[in-house]
């Protein structure tokens, strides 16, 4: 079966931009650089975006071009043994997928109340109580479905399933150049009208204030280079997959220079516009920013939409703020069950059409366990795991297979030659010293940090059957996978 491939090279970059901007960059950025020293942490943010994140990138981005498959079928080539690399990564996607389409349901729920601020007064009690509907749950105690959450992640899969199921130049491509530069613009105009407010500029003074007495602490380093892991997309199997559909004259430096950073620019930008709305919410209220600000959803949830009530003409800046929430997450969702769907056809040799239908219809089902009254635990608590152990986990393997098991001198040597400019000597460095010493120090940090005192005070039967047993489920069945995988001929393929 011929490999498709990408119309354009802008058509490539940004689908490889539109997985890396998604939610996380527009409410998990700002929030990290507040709290770890708001200036100063652009320091080490962006020695690891050049230390990790770029060399990362080229690094994925050379094995799906030169080995022509998604994950599994990647790393079978480089020697059967580690195909579980490249199936753990798949399963990491797909349980990516299921929870992540909860979060831009919410949104597209948002989009709607956002034209009235249907949202009320208390937008904390609208979301958890009203919205949401938590009681008395838990992780595995999930209540009832939630029709009003249910519908609108249905729309979500929709969306995706129909960029899927078109294909590669007909679908991704396309929707990403609609979605992009919407994205895109429709930050610029919100940037443009929340500099005006008052108060804004305060609160970009507080995201950008520099603290160096932070550059000293490890746990800053350790949160850069985490968020760096975080925002790229990379370890679970995503741009493996999607550089495996370039064609075989792509520059490869060039392409992940501008994907990440575009990615990191963006995150920049958006940490303007937050910031912008949180001080002048701080002024309106007469509140200093440090009661404003909040971590996570409750950023996007919570805080904006208080802030929109308190916007002049919130009818028009409430539905802009809430479709770039969508479209960011869109963009992402789609690339996450592409990397799924093409190692399925990859293993299977199935059709397009038919592994985009199986994909998204199981996908669809399991999601809606999040679409319960205990969806945002089972969420805050599945993705805490797989983020923070079984994403950290693969980029480290994946770093070793590579730089120690293998000749990391030969993907210098290949990207060079398709390559308008070349890479030095730093590549070989970041990837065999500098990247694995910095995520062995954070995944062992975080290993130590949840065996000793667990996470969010959830019951360890949760812990240990959601979090620790999912993480070995998808490990064992990833092993099996492996092993039941017979040998084809001129299995192995070089660097």
Sequence with gaps: MKREQWGSRAGFILAAVGSAIGLGNIWRFPYMAYENGGGAFFIPYLFAMLTAGIPFMIMEFSLGHKLRGAAPRAFSKLGLKFEWLGWFQVFIA?????????????????LSYSFTQSWGTDTNAFFFSEYLKLGDNSPSKLGSLQSHIAIPMAIAWAITFAA??????????????IMM????????????????????????NYLFQPDFSKIM???VWSAAYGQIFFTLSVGFAIMIAYSSYLPEK????????????????????????????????????????????????????????????????????????????????????????????????DKL???????????????????????????????????????????????????????????????????????????????EICIRFLSPAMLAVILGTNLVNTFNDGYGGYETSDLLMLGWGLVAAMFIVAVIINVSSKPQPQQEAKL
């Excluded at 930050?187 to 970009?204: E, H, N, Q, S």
């Design 94 to 110: 797909a349980i990516i997928a299921v929870y992540y389409v909860a979060i831009i349901g919410w949104a597209i729920s948002y």
């Design 164 to 177: 899927i199921f078109t294909g590669v130049k007909g679908g991704i491509e396309r929707a990403s150049k």
């Design 181 to 204: 530069p919407l994205l895109f613009i429709m930050v610029i105009a919100l940037i443009a009208r929340v500099a005006f407010l008052p108060g804004a500029l305060d609160g970009l």
């Design 217 to 219: 602490d490890a746990k």
């Design 250 to 345: 792509s520059d490869i430096n060039n392409n992940a220079f501008m994907t990440v950073l575009i990615n990191c620019g963006f995150s920049i930008t958006a940490g303007v516009l937050i910031f912008g709305v949180l001080g002048y919410m701080a002024q309106e209220q007469a509140k200093p920013i440090t009661e404003v600000v909040s971590a996570g959803v409750g950023l996007a949830f919570v805080t904006i939409p208080a802030a929109i009530n308190l916007l002049p003409a919130p009818y028009i800046l409430g539905p802009l703020f809430f479709l770039a929430l969508v479209v960011a997450g869109l963009s992402s969702h789609i690339s996450i069950i592409e990397a799924v769907t093409s190692a399925i056809i």
């Design 349 to 427: 040799n199935i059709t397009r059409k038919l592994a985009a239908s199986l994909v998204c219809g199981s996908g669809f089902v399991v999601s809606m366990a999040f679409a319960t009254n205990g969806g945002l635990l089972l969420l805050d608590l599945v993705d805490y795991f797989i983020n923070n152990v079984a994403l950290l986990a693969s980029c480290l393997v994946e770093l070793i297979v590579i730089a120690w098991l293998l000749k990391v001198s030969d993907i210098r040597s290949y990207v060079n030659s398709i390559s308008e400019f070349g890479i030095g000597k730093w590549f």
